[in-house]
C-alpha cells in the first residue's frame, strides 16, 4: 500500500527523566529540541548495566550521549594544572572509553533496553550497516575555574584542538583530541546554545558532520569555545553545496590547519544577522506543536496512526524538515487559516499544497468545515481521511516529480472550538497508470488541485532586511502585530530585537 493513515496503538512508552540534575538537563533539552520521540535517557545493555546517559536515533543517525558532573576544580590548589589533569580523567577520559565501548556494543547488534529489568526493548531499529554514530560528552564543573584561570577566557567554554601533537605541553583547560576516533566535547555553556541554535534534526546532524568534515581534512582544528565553533560555521556558507562548512574556502589550497578564535560567538551574536534570524524563525515553531503533540500522543500510546515507531511516516517525515524552512511551512499554514472563508455553508473546505525542502517531497493541507457533526471519532473522521487521501493522490497528479505526500488535515480553526490531526504519507515512488486513473475518477467530484494559483515564495536562512522572509511585512511598528505571528503587538513581544 502508497498510503499509511493513522489508527489506534495500545502502546506506551515510559521514557526515563534522567538520573541527576545534569542528566535531566540533557533530557529535557533532546525532549524539547528535534528529538522528543526519537530520544531516551538511561538505555540498558543485555547485561543490565546502562549503556550511556541518553540515546537518540534518528533515520541513519545514532546520538551517543554521556553527561558528567564533577566540581572538584572549584576547590583551591596550588597547581591548576594538576587539578585540571584529575577532573579530566574523571569527567571527559573515562566518558571518552565509554563512549567508545558503547559505539562498540551497538555495532554487536546485541540488544538495548529502556529498563534495568529488560522488559521493555528499545523502540527503534538500528540500520547498523549504514549508522553514522555521534559520540557527545557533556562536561559540568570547570566553567568557574576555566573563567578564573584566564581573564582572556570570554565564557569559561572548554578549548578544543584535533591533531595537535599529542607530546606537546599540556595546557588547563585544553582538550586534546584524537582526530582518527573523534568525540564531540560541550560543556556547561555551550550545551543550552547548541541545542537552542541547532533544535532540528537537520541542523544538528549537519553541523556535526561538517565538523567531522573539517577534522578529517586538516591537520589540526583548534577553537576556544564549541561556541565559537558553531558562529564560525553559520558565517561560512557554500553556495555550491547548498551548505555551512568549517575551515576555509576549497579554492584556498595551502590550509592545513584551522584556528578559531576567542569570543567569536559573541561577536555573531551582536549582530543585526543574527537578530534577523532569531526574529525569522519565531513563526517556525508552529510547525513544531504540530510535530511535538503528535510524538507526545505515540508515546502516550493514543496516537491515531501507523506509528513513527515502527517506520516511515508523516510525522518522521516532517521531523526532516531544516529550521529555516519550517518557516516557510508554518507562514503557509497560518495564510491558509486565516483566508479560511467566511461562508454560512454547512460544509466548507480550503486545500493548500507547501513543497518541501527536499524537491521529491510535498505537503497538503486540508481544512475542513462541517456544521452538526454527530458521532466525531467514528463518522467525521474517516471521511475526512479519505479526502485527504484524494488530495493526496490529487497532488501526485498535479506534481509528477514528487516521491511522496504527506498530507495535514484538520478542523478549520476559524469555525471549531475543538481539533484534531489527521496525517497521511503516500509513498509515491511507484505510480503506475491506475494508480492515477483511480485518483482522478476519486477527485472529479472534488475537483482538488483543478483551479488555483501556485506561490512562489524565497527563503534563507540568515534574512539580509529586516523584513521577514514569509510575512511580507515591509517593516515593523512597535503598535503594529509581530511578524513572528505570536498575535501580539511587536513592543510586546519581539521589541528585544531592536527592529526597527
Keep these: 500500500m502508497c498510503v499509511k493513515i493513522w489508527k489506534n496503538l495500545d502502546m506506551k512508552i515510559v521514557k526515563s527523566k534522567g538520573v541527576t540534575p545534569t542528566e535531566r538537563l540533557l533530557a529535557d533539552f533532546c525532549d524539547r529540541s528535534f528529538l522528543k520521540l526519537w ?10 548495566d546502562e549503556l550511556c546517559d541518553l540515546l537518540a536515533v534518528f533515520d541513519n543517525h545514532v546520538f551517543i550521549f554521556f553527561d558528567r558532573e564533577n566540581q572538584a576544580l572549584s576547590k583551591n590548589n596550588n597547581d591548576p594544572l594538576i587539578s585540571w589533569e584529575r577532573w579530566k580523567r574523571k569527567v571527559i577520559d573515562d566518558q571518552i572509553r565509554t563512549a567508545h565501548g558503547a559505539t562498540r556494543y551497538i555495532e554487536s547488534g546485541r540488544n538495548i533496553f529502556l529498563d534495568k529489568d529488560l522488559s521493555v526493548p528499545f523502540p527503534f531499529n538500528i540500520d547498523r550497516q549504514n549508522m553514522v554514530v555521534h559520540k557527545i560528552v557533556i562536561a559540568h564543573g570547570a566553567k568557574e575555574a576555566c573563567e578564573k584561570f584566564s581573564g582572556n577566557n570570554v565564557y569559561g567554554s572548554l578549548a578544543m584542538s584535533y591533531g595537535i601533537n599529542m607530546t606537546t605541553p599540556k595546557f588547563p583547560f585544553l582538550i586534546r583530541m584524537d582526530k582518527k576516533n ?3 566535547v560541550f560543556d556547561s555553556h555551550n550545551l543550552p546554545i547548541i541545542f537552542n541554535e541547532l533544535d532540528t534534526f537537520y541542523d544538528f546532524s549537519s553541523y556535526l558532520d561538517a565538523k567531522i568534515d573539517a577534522i578529517n581534512l586538516y591537520d589540526a582544528l583548534v577553537y576556544c569555545g564549541e561556541e565559537d565553533l558553531l558562529a564560525h560555521y553559520f558565517l561560512n556558507y557554500d553556495n555550491a553545496k547548498k551548505k555551512h562548512f568549517i575551515g576555509a574556502p ?8 584551522v584556528m578559531i578564535g576567542e569570543g567569536e560567538w559573541k561577536d555573531f551574536i551582536k549582530s543585526n544577522t543574527y537578530k534577523r534570524k532569531k526574529l525569522a524563525d519565531r513563526i517556525s515553531y508552529l510547525w513544531d506543536e504540530l510535530i511535538q503533540s503528535t510524538c507526545q500522543y505515540t508515546l502516550d500510546g493514543v496516537v491515531k496512526g501507523s506509528s513513527p515507531l515502527r517506520g516511515p511516516s508523516a510525522i518522521y517525515e516532517m521531523a526532516k524538515e531544516p529550521r529555516f524552512y519550517r518557516r516557510i511551512l508554518s507562514e503557509r499554514i497560518r495564510q491558509a487559516i486565516n483566508n479560511f472563508p467566511e461562508t454560512p455553508q454547512r460544509i466548507s473546505r480550503k486545500l493548500s499544497f507547501m513543497q518541501s525542502f527536499y524537491k521529491e517531497k510535498g505537503y497538503v493541507f486540508l481544512q475542513l468545515k462541517v456544521d452538526g457533526i454527530v458521532d466525531y471519532e467514528n463518522e467525521y473522521r474517516p471521511k475526512r481521511q479519505a479526502l485527504l ?18 498530507g495535514i488535515a484538520i478542523d478549520a480553526p476559524k469555525f471549531s472550538e475543538r481539533n484534531s490531526e489527521d496525517f497521511i504519507l503516500m509513498d509515491c515512488t511507484d505510480w503506475p497508470a491506475d494508480k492515477k486513473e483511480h485518483y482522478e475518477k476519486a477527485n472529479e467530484p472534488l475537483g482538488f488541485f483543478k483551479t488555483g494559483t501556485i506561490q512562489h515564495k524565497t527563503v534563507t536562512e540568515f534574512p539580509t532586511t529586516n523584513k521577514p522572509d514569509v510575512s511580507g511585512r515591509a517593516k515593523v511598528g ?5 511578524p513572528c505571528g505570536s498575535g501580539r503587538k ?10 526597527e
Excluded at 478 to 482: E, G, I, T, V
Aim: with cysteine.
Design 182 to 184: 573523534p568525540v564531540h
Design 478 to 482: 512597535r503598535n503594529a502585530p509581530c
Design 389 to 406: 487521501e484524494i488530495a493526496c493522490g490529487a497532488a501526485k497528479n498535479k506534481f509528477n516529480h514528487l516521491k511522496t505526500v504527506i
Design 39 to 48: 530520544s531516551y535517557p538511561n538505555p540498558f545493555k543485555d547485561d543490565k
Design 490 to 499: 511587536y513592543k510586546k513581544c519581539c521589541i528585544d530585537l531592536k527592529v
Design 250 to 257: 576549497l579554492t584556498e589550497k595551502n590550509v592545513n590547519c
